[in-house]
Each structure stands twice: as C-alpha cells, then as structure tokens.
C-alpha cells in the first residue's frame, strides 16, 4: 500500500490532461476544413484512452491489465451497437455507414465511462460519464458533419441504408458477446482455481491444528478449535516432553482467515522449537518472544497461554500467560465461579523483543478439570448485543455437567450467545486426569 496516493494522484491527473487534450482538439479540428482532421483527432483520443487505461486501478477479480482491456472492450462493444440501431429509427439519410459507426463509438464510449466508475471505483468519472450521457452525442455528430464524414456514402437507398446499420449493430453486439464470454470462462476459471485454494488452506489448517484427545502421562487433553473461515489464527498444539510431561499451547494471532493461519504455522513451529529443548517454561516464553518479535511484521503479534504438564499427577501445572485470556479451573467439589483469576505475565509474543515471562502454578484435585481457551469464545456477541465476557466463559464452566464434555459445553455456550453468529476463532483446551474420568 505504500506509495499508493501519489500514484493515484498522478494517473488522474492524467486522465483529466488526456479528457481536456481529447475535447479542445476535436472541437478545434472540427471546425477545420482539412482531410487529415479526422485523423488527428482518432490520434488524440486513442493517445487518451491509453493514459485511461494506465491509470485504472487493479481491480479484485482481474489478473492483469490485459484483462481489464478485455473486459472494457467487451461493455463498448456491447453497448456500442445501439449506436447503429437508433440510427436505424432515423429517416434522414445521413445516418450512413461511418456515422453508424461513430454511432458504435458513441454508446460504446458512454458505456464504458460509466463501467469504469462502477468496476474500478473511479467515482470521480460518474460527473464525466453524466455529462457525456447528457450532452455528449450532439458535439461528436456535429465535429463528424463539419469534417465531412455525413458526406461518404451519400444518397443510400432506405433498404440498403437500414442494412448497413443492422449489420454494424450486429457485428459489434458479436464481438462484445464474444469479448464477454471470455469474461466469463475467465472468471469461471479464477472462482475454481480460488475455491481449491481454499480447499487447500482448510486442509492445511486442519493438519496444523487438529483436534486433540490424548493422554500424555497422568493426564487427559482434549482440545477442538474452530476457524471463522476455511483458516483460522488459533493454534492449539499438545508437544510431548522426554520426561513423560507434556506442554499445552493456546496461542492467538492477530486477525482472521489464510494470512492468520500463515503467521499461526509461523508461531507453531517457533514455539514447538523453542519448548523441545525442556527449559525451564519462563526462559524457553522469553525466546519464543524475541524470535516472533523479529520475524512478525508490526502490528501482528500472539497471545498464549502454555500449561505445563508434569510427569506426577500430584505435582503442580506450571501455567505461563501472555496477554491471553485467563485459564478457568473447574473444581469437582463446587459448582460455583472460581474466586480468581490467572492473570496475565507478560505482553502477547511479538510485541517487544525486552520483555520478560513468569509463570504461576496451579494444582487440580481429583476431578478438577483447567480450560484454556481463545478470545473468540469470551467475546462472542450476537449483532448490536453484549460480549459473553470472561465472567460468562466462568460461568460456563462452573455450571457444565461434566469434565470431559467442557470443549463442546463452552463453544455451544459461545454459539447460543452469539445467536450462531461467528466472528472470530474460537479454541477451546481441557486437562483432567485420566484417573478421574
């Protein structure tokens, strides 16, 4: 996007140089006698036409500047042939074969001005596309007179005169049908060729972040994570340690669909690297930071939460959360909102290179179960209502029948908020032990 305005601002600045040249010389030249006139002027416009079309901007669904051509020729040659057949209408036999096709460029022209405001969303040519429409058609025929284009094929019988038209009208409704069609195997094309794309990318997504139901030591995880599109931004990811405990990661990346999941891949495999080397989990988040911090672009960054698991039941989960919502502890003996809550350690990962991680440690008595789950869950709202909000995801969880079902009690919590509407990622991870299932 950079650079983008003063581009902007110098191709218009040419199209409206090229529209001033293109309407003082037809008129200067029409009011002239001389044979090449014509010529000149044919000259004039096409030189701007050209500077037109290099100042359109891309626009979605056109894959080069050829094709926007295509696609502009297909409207003017479409709309150009009723040029010919409102020439048909005329008695006067005037309308001959070179006027009926300064018809053809008439219609055509006025119909492209007005595809280029609404295609390429140069808004600023509706005002021109008006006044062409408006008053247009009368100086062109005029200019055509004074040059002496009515004269070429003067005296045409009726028959012979309605045939010519019908023919240019025809010709041109043809090659604008054709120029169409293509238009459309091309878009065709293009819809098919993004729809595998997409295919692809959900694939990839569910290869990256599967759902989980394993035991790890002592412990059950079971994890589901649900993208707002065909790629999502959560990554949740289970990596196993030499010493028989295991690490659960719930990271969120900034933004949605196929660019989240690339920087979410990204993060994976930063944070699979780094948790391997079994350091202690404070140290192992500082280098995840500093890594991400230098290979995200500004402005994009993850949050996590990371419980570590430990090898003996009895031992405490080591717990470590970045700018993430906090953990919610489901106890078995009470069904009421935890008291506190696990608070957040650090800044998300990516944001600045100096920042330092600690981590808290968390025991869960026999039957309690520890959900980590994605922002997507605590701010799912249906339209123009309220957030769930960490107090309803606590909820959800103090009041949900069993442990081992907490994944689906608290997305179908989020959904029946949110009246089915999803608007982000939505991820959702549970540890309890497998003695107590």
């Given at each position: 996007?950079?650079?983008?305005?003063?581009?902007?601002?110098?191709?218009?600045?040419?199209?409206?140089?090229?529209?001033?040249?293109?309407?003082?010389?037809?008129?200067?030249?029409?009011?002239?006698?001389?044979?090449?006139?014509?010529?000149?002027?044919?000259?004039?416009?096409?030189?701007?036409?050209?500077?037109?079309?290099?100042?359109?901007?891309?626009?979605?669904?056109?894959?080069?500047?050829?094709?926007?051509?295509?696609?502009?020729?297909?409207?003017?040659?479409?709309?150009?042939?009723?040029?010919?057949?409102?020439?048909?209408?005329?008695?006067?036999?005037?309308?001959?074969?070179?006027?009926?096709?300064?018809?053809?460029?008439?219609?055509?022209?006025?119909?492209?001005?007005?595809?280029?405001?609404?295609?390429?969303?140069?808004?600023?040519?509706?005002?021109?596309?008006?006044?062409?429409?408006?008053?247009?058609?009368?100086?062109?025929?005029?200019?055509?007179?004074?040059?002496g284009l009515a004269e070429n094929f003067w005296?045409?019988?009726?028959?012979?005169?309605?045939?010519?038209?019908?023919?240019?009208?025809?010709?041109?409704?043809?090659?604008?049908?054709?120029?169409?069609?293509?238009?459309?195997?091309?878009?065709?094309?293009?819809?098919?060729?993004?729809?595998?794309?997409?295919?692809?990318?959900?694939?990839?997504?569910?290869?990256?972040?599967?759902?989980?139901?394993?035991?790890?030591?002592?412990?059950?995880?079971?994890?589901?994570?649900?993208?707002?599109?065909?790629?999502?931004?959560?990554?949740?990811?289970?990596?196993?340690?030499?010493?028989?405990?295991?690490?659960?990661?719930?990271?969120?990346?900034?933004?949605?669909?196929?660019?989240?999941?690339?920087?979410?891949?990204?993060?994976?495999?930063?944070?699979?690297?780094?948790?391997?080397?079994?350091?202690?989990?404070?140290?192992?988040?500082?280098?995840?930071?500093?890594?991400?911090?230098?290979?995200?672009?500004?402005?994009?960054?993850?949050?996590?939460?990371?419980?570590?698991?430990?090898?003996?039941?009895?031992?405490?989960?080591?717990?470590?959360?970045?700018?993430?919502?906090?953990?919610?502890?489901?106890?078995?003996?009470?069904?009421?909102i935890p008291d506190g809550r696990i608070a957040?350690?650090?800044?998300?990962?990516?944001?600045?290179?100096?920042?330092?991680?600690?981590?808290?440690?968390?025991?869960?008595?026999?039957?309690?179960?520890?959900?980590?789950?994605?922002?997507?869950?605590?701010?799912?709202?249906?339209?123009?209502?309220?957030?769930?909000?960490?107090?309803?995801?606590?909820?959800?969880?103090?009041?949900?029948?069993?442990?081992?079902?907490?994944?689906?009690?608290?997305?179908?919590?989020?959904?029946?908020?949110?009246?089915?509407?999803?608007?982000?990622?939505?991820?959702?991870?549970?540890?309890?032990?497998?003695?107590?299932?």
């Open positions: 996007m950079r650079g983008n305005g003063p581009t902007r601002t110098a191709g218009i600045t040419l199209v409206v140089a090229a529209v001033i040249l293109f309407t003082g010389a037809t008129f200067l030249l029409a009011a002239s006698d001389r044979p090449l006139a014509i010529v000149a002027v044919a000259a004039i416009a096409g030189v701007g036409v050209a500077l037109i079309l290099l100042s359109l901007p891309r626009s979605r669904g056109v894959a080069s500047r050829s094709g926007q051509i295509s696609d502009l020729l297909s409207v003017f040659f479409t709309f150009g042939a009723l040029g010919p057949l409102i020439m048909m209408t005329l008695t006067s036999g005037t309308a001959n074969f070179l006027i009926g096709l300064i018809g053809v460029a008439v219609s055509g022209g006025i119909a492209t001005l007005w595809a280029t405001a609404f295609i390429f969303r140069v808004y600023w040519l509706i005002p021109v596309a008006v006044i062409a429409t408006a008053f247009g058609p009368p100086p062109v025929f005029e200019a055509a007179w004074h040059v005296g045409l019988s009726e028959r012979l005169r309605i045939g010519i038209l019908g023919l240019e009208s025809v010709f041109s409704l043809v090659i604008g049908y054709a120029l169409m069609v293509r238009f459309i195997v091309r878009v065709e094309r293009e819809a098919a060729r993004s729809q595998a794309e997409l295919e692809t990318a959900s694939r990839i997504h569910a290869q990256l972040v599967p759902r989980i139901d394993q035991d790890p030591g002592p412990w059950r995880v079971r994890a589901i994570s649900l993208p707002s599109s065909v790629m999502g931004g959560d990554l949740v990811d289970l990596i196993e340690r030499a010493d028989g405990g295991a690490d659960l990661v719930l990271a969120d990346v900034t933004g949605h669909g196929v660019r989240a999941g690339v920087v979410m891949a990204l993060v994976k495999g930063v944070v699979a690297a780094e948790l391997a080397h079994d350091a202690p989990l404070a140290r192992a988040a500082d280098r995840i930071n500093r890594a991400l911090t230098r290979l995200l672009d500004d402005g994009t960054f993850a949050t996590a939460v990371v419980a570590r698991l430990p090898a003996d039941a009895t031992d405490p989960i080591e717990i470590l959360v970045a700018g993430h919502p906090p953990p919610v502890i489901k106890r078995a003996e009470s069904a009421e957040a350690h650090g800044l998300p990962w990516g944001v600045s290179a100096g920042e330092t991680y600690a981590t808290t440690s968390v025991t869960l008595a026999p039957g309690d179960a520890l959900a980590l789950y994605s922002d997507g869950l605590s701010e799912a709202a249906p339209p123009d209502g309220p957030m769930l909000g960490l107090a309803g995801v606590e909820r959800a969880v103090a009041q949900a029948p069993d442990a081992p079902g907490l994944p689906e009690t608290l997305l179908e919590a989020a959904s029946t908020h949110a009246s089915g509407t999803i608007a982000d990622d939505r991820s959702v991870a549970v540890v309890f032990g497998r003695a107590h299932v």
